[in-house]
């Protein structure tokens, strides 16, 4: 919970010094790698960390976002995609199936989630693939923006992509949507 609440303390930081340092409020967006793809994700969405997303008042919780990037994400603590540190740490080693759902990021995309980018590798061994596409089906369920590449190999932890391998591409197709969108 602790990450949680830090994510969601430093993104009204910023929103506070908007003024100040002469942002655009309209261009602030996140960008998380694999649990921080988790951690981010959660973050976007407007819920408080406590309850379900539908027992909540989820106005003015967190401000709208511009985007969320997920790179390689863990977005499901749920079974059969439940074996990754990210749920042993947050979920605990056997959790209630209802509470790895309520920190499943998947279960927290409403309407008004922002526009979301994705990309994983099919061969990812940590978080495994299906977690990108079941964030980009949540996405599209509820008439989100999401942009999903799915590298054919790359495994986990690629980062910034190697030059000449697959996953150098993804920093170009992430640029390319932050510009579509006006954030840079």
Known sequence: MAPFQDARRALALVRQRVRLEKLDPARISLLGFSAGG?????????????GS??????QGRVAPLSGAALIYPVITLEKPYDRTATRRNIAGLSPDPAQALL???????????????????????IANPVNAALMAQAC????????YHRLPS???????????????????????????????
């Open 38 to 50: 988790h951690l981010m994700g959660l973050t976007a969405s407007r819920w408080s960390g406590v």
């Open 53 to 58: 997303p539908e027992e909540e008042d989820v």
């Open 140 to 147: 599209q369920t509820v008439g989100t923006e999401v942009e």
């Open 103 to 125: 920190w499943s990021v998947q279960s927290h995309v409403l309407p008004g989630y922002p526009p979301v980018f994705l990309t994983q590798a099919d061969n990812d061994r």
């Open 154 to 184: 790359g495994g986990h932890g690629f980062g910034m992509g190697e030059p000449g391998r697959t996953t150098a591409s993804w920093p170009l197709w992430y640029q390319g949507w932050l510009a579509r969108r006006g954030m840079i």
